[in-house]
């Protein structure tokens, strides 16, 4: 049986780990076994120019990437470039492009346009606030790119009703937009008992700690500033909590360098890069999970993976994340509160949520699977074929 040729455009992708990176891997994964052939075309970052990820195939272009190093990831593809995006789009049968902000979401929807191909867009997240000059960048090329992008799609694919809001606002057609939530992978994140002993002695965590995970990029949009103030005031009044950072970026150094001036650093500790593999253990040691985010958020993989685990969900209450069971399972705060924060951790601390792990699980499992996630966006492509 003759497959269905796909072209996947985005700005990163494995081994650079980012939600996007996860959604894309997740998707085209499953792709193989609905009789398509996704091509993964992205920016090269320290990769060969092809290889594989889960037997799709990835082809990269070349780019700048100025400004990964301050924890923005926006690639300026290079002049060479053009042939890779060019010979992908024109051997597909259908594109998608993700991110509405990238240049090379753009390239890939103009070439599909004169190709004659289906361009379909999907939109990751809500506005970032960085707090400085980035915020009057980031408008400019919202206005002159991604509105370009938004009116050249056939078909905007929204992660949350948050996301649409935000494309609605930046014009887009209404009719061409349709949510479909993010999925999680309900073999891998589910609740394993037997880690949570083991992971606590193989991290040297003492079995009576609370502990409060968190799984983020270390940049200021995700709110470290704010989980470091949290920690500050939790730990204080509760010596048993221990929160565990899981993750690395360019604020890695200072929130160390923070964790040991304020004196927590026993209680604050730094995991750095933990593989997706080695997540679900993760999970499973902490008692609950806290998403300190400032902006940004469109449906947040690791809210999703944290409650698969029967973890509930402390969040700032920002983009799309209210859109999931938080409410009933965790606790929404305001963002740049730290206060509250704080005062959210210590009441789920001195709390047992063992009798409600598996209603959150099987809340999940009907909401928010990768099944449901490409059966929805499998009519998408078959309307537009």
Not at 323 to 331: A, L, R
Not at 348 to 376: D, V
């Amino acid at each position: 049986m003759v497959r269905t040729r796909l072209c996947i455009v985005t700005h990163t992708f494995l081994p650079h780990v980012g939600g996007i990176e996860k959604v894309v891997n997740e998707q085209s994964k499953r792709l193989l076994h609905k009789n398509y052939a996704p091509v993964v075309v992205t920016n090269r970052i320290q990769t060969p120019k092809h290889y594989s990820v889960d037997s799709v195939p990835v082809d990269c272009y070349e780019s700048l990437n100025i400004g990964f190093r301050l924890g923005i990831p926006y690639p300026i593809p290079a002049i060479p470039s053009l042939p890779t995006v060019t010979k992908a789009v024109k051997h597909a049968q259908i594109v998608h492009a993700h991110g509405h902000p990238y240049l090379t979401s753009l390239l890939a929807g103009k070439l599909a346009k004169f190709y004659g191909k289906p361009f379909v867009l999907t939109q990751h997240n809500t506005f970032i606030d960085y707090n400085n000059i980035f915020d009057q960048v980031e408008l400019f090329n919202d206005l002159a790119v991604g509105k370009q992008n938004l009116n050249t799609a056939d078909k905007i694919i929204a992660i949350s009703n948050a996301t649409k809001d935000y494309v609605l606002r930046l014009g887009a057609d209404p009719n061409k937009v349709k949510v479909i939530y993010n999925g999680v992978d309900l073999a891998r994140f589910r609740p394993q008992t037997d880690k949570k002993v083991q992971m606590r002695q193989k991290l040297g965590i003492p079995k009576e700690a609370v502990v409060v995970l968190t799984v983020r990029r270390l940049v200021y949009k995700n709110g470290v500033d704010t989980l470091l103030d949290c920690a500050e005031i939790a730990i204080k009044k509760n010596p048993r909590i221990v929160f565990l950072v899981a993750g690395k970026g360019p604020d890695l150094e200072n929130v160390g360098q923070q964790a040991t001036q304020r004196k927590i650093a026993t209680n604050f500790r730094l995991a750095g890069f933990v593989s997706d593999a080695d997540l679900p253990g993760y999970y499973n040691l902490a008692d609950l999970f806290v998403l300190p985010s400032k902006s940004g958020e469109g449906l947040p993989l690791v809210a999703l993976e944290a409650m698969a685990c029967g973890l509930p969900v402390i969040a700032t209450n920002v983009g799309g994340i209210g859109e999931v069971p938080i409410v009933k399972y965790g606790k929404l705060v305001p963002p740049n509160e730290p206060q509250q924060l704080a005062e959210a951790v210590l009441e789920f601390a001195k709390s047992e949520f063992g009798s409600q792990k598996t209603e959150l699980r099987t809340n999940i499992e009907e909401r928010f699977s990768w099944e449901t996630n490409i059966k929805q966006l499998l009519e998408i492509y078959e309307e537009l074929i």
